[in-house]
Each structure stands twice: as C-alpha cells, then as structure tokens.
C-alpha cells in the first residue's frame, strides 16, 4: 500500500514520514511535546491510553456485531458475537473503571514484554542477524523490563504505562528526524 500523498516511507522497519522538512519537524515537534506530558504527567497519560483503548474495543465490538449477518453459517455467526461480546466486555470495564483496569493493563504489558524479550534473546542466539549485538541488547532490556514491570505490580501500575508512552513517542520522534530521506524531494502540494 502505497504512503499517504505528502509522506514517503523511510524504510521498511518504521512509519511513512512527511516529505516537508516543516511538516516533519512539526510532526516531531507534536511528538515530543505528547512525550513530554506522558513523563510529566503518567498517570493521566496511562488512564487517557485505557480510556482510548476501551473505546477501540467497543467500536471493534459494534463492528463484530454489524458483520454478524455476512457469517454463512451458524459456527462462524457465533465466533463472531462470541468476538463482540468479549470486545463489549473489556471495552466498557476499559471505560469504567480506567483505574483497575490500568493496573491489569500493566501486568499484562510486563508479561508482553518479558516474553517478547525472551523471544529476541533466543533470536539472537539461533540465527546470525546482521546486527546479532543489538538485538541481544533489546532482548535483555526488554526482558529485565517486563520482569521489572511484573515484580513491581500492582505499585508501579498507575505509571509504568504513560511512562513507557511517553519514551516510546519520544523514540517516535527522533526516528522521524533521523530517518534517512529516501529520495523523495518535497513539491510545492506536499510541502
């Protein structure tokens, strides 16, 4: 699929980035001022990310529900309002109770993060990858850090999520200063 009319793709391994030199520096700038509020304030970062999060479910739910009558068959039509259901379920629990469910969220993002580290680690000690130093690196931050996540809960809950958000955009935006421009040079309607 190709980008968006004013974006390209830097590369393979990262989102389109804007061709303007303006509006790439605007797009970081946006970046890491939601970076900034996400550490400075992470526990209203964290609950906004469970309310946003709850309303996807409930819109995946309305959606499960609305695809029901495309099911040819009777099994399919109950996976189906089986899927809408549980979306319905978590996504209002998400909505009203951002609180409790933060503190679930985060033992679950611990539990993500430890596996996904210990996946990377076993990666990098089966194959032989370009960069086989780097990615024994990320294996073990991000396996200390779900460890971390899972050995603190529930006290570190209310802000391991909008603390990790807030480093992630701020990743986010000095990838997109620092991605290499693939050769696409800006015209006057994407600019």
Same mark, same amino acid.
């Given at each position: 699929?190709?980008?968006?009319?004013?974006?390209?793709?830097?590369?393979?391994?990262?989102?389109?980035?804007?061709?303007?030199?303006?509006?790439?520096?605007?797009?970081?700038? $946006?970046? *890491?001022? =939601?970076?900034?509020?996400? #550490?400075?304030? +992470?526990?209203? !970062?964290?609950?906004? /990310? &469970? @309310?946003?999060?709850?309303?996807?479910?409930?819109?995946?739910?309305?959606?499960?529900?609305?695809?029901?009558?495309?099911?040819?068959?009777?099994?399919?039509?109950?996976?189906?309002?089986?899927?809408?259901? $549980?979306? *319905?379920? =978590?996504?209002?629990?998400? #909505?009203?109770? +951002?609180?409790? !469910?933060?503190?679930? /969220? &985060? @033992?679950?993002?611990?539990?993500?993060?430890?596996?996904?580290?210990?996946?990377?680690?076993?990666?990098?000690?089966?194959?032989?990858?370009?960069?086989?130093?780097?990615?024994?690196?990320?294996?073990?931050?991000?396996?200390?850090? =779900?460890?971390?996540?899972?050995?603190?809960? +529930?006290?570190? !809950?209310?802000?391991?999520?909008?603390?990790?958000?807030?480093?992630?955009?701020?990743?986010?935006?000095?990838?997109?200063?620092?991605?290499?421009?693939?050769?696409?040079?800006?015209?006057?309607?994407?600019?």
């Amino acid at each position: 699929m190709a980008p968006p009319v004013g974006f390209e793709q830097v590369s393979a391994h990262s989102l389109t980035a804007p061709i303007s030199p303006r509006l790439r520096w605007l797009t970081a700038g $946006l970046l *890491l001022a =939601g970076a900034a509020l996400s #550490l400075v304030l +992470p526990f209203v !970062s964290a609950t906004f /990310l &469970t @309310l946003m999060l709850g309303s996807a479910a409930v819109v995946a739910a309305i959606s499960q529900f609305l695809r029901l009558g495309g099911e040819p068959d009777t099994r399919g039509k109950v996976f189906r309002a089986l899927s809408g259901v $549980l979306y *319905l379920i =978590g996504g209002v629990s998400c #909505l009203l109770f +951002p609180i409790q !469910s933060t503190v679930s /969220l &985060t @033992l679950f993002v611990g539990a993500l993060l430890a596996t996904e580290g210990v996946m990377e680690l076993a990666a990098a000690a089966t194959q032989k990858l370009p960069a086989r130093g780097l990615v024994l690196l990320d294996g073990i931050v991000t396996a200390v850090l =779900g460890g971390m996540l899972i050995a603190q809960w +529930p006290s570190d !809950s209310l802000w391991a999520i909008g603390t990790l958000f807030g480093i992630s955009l701020a990743f986010s935006a000095v990838n997109l200063l620092t991605a290499p421009p693939s050769g696409g040079v800006p015209t006057a309607t994407t600019a």
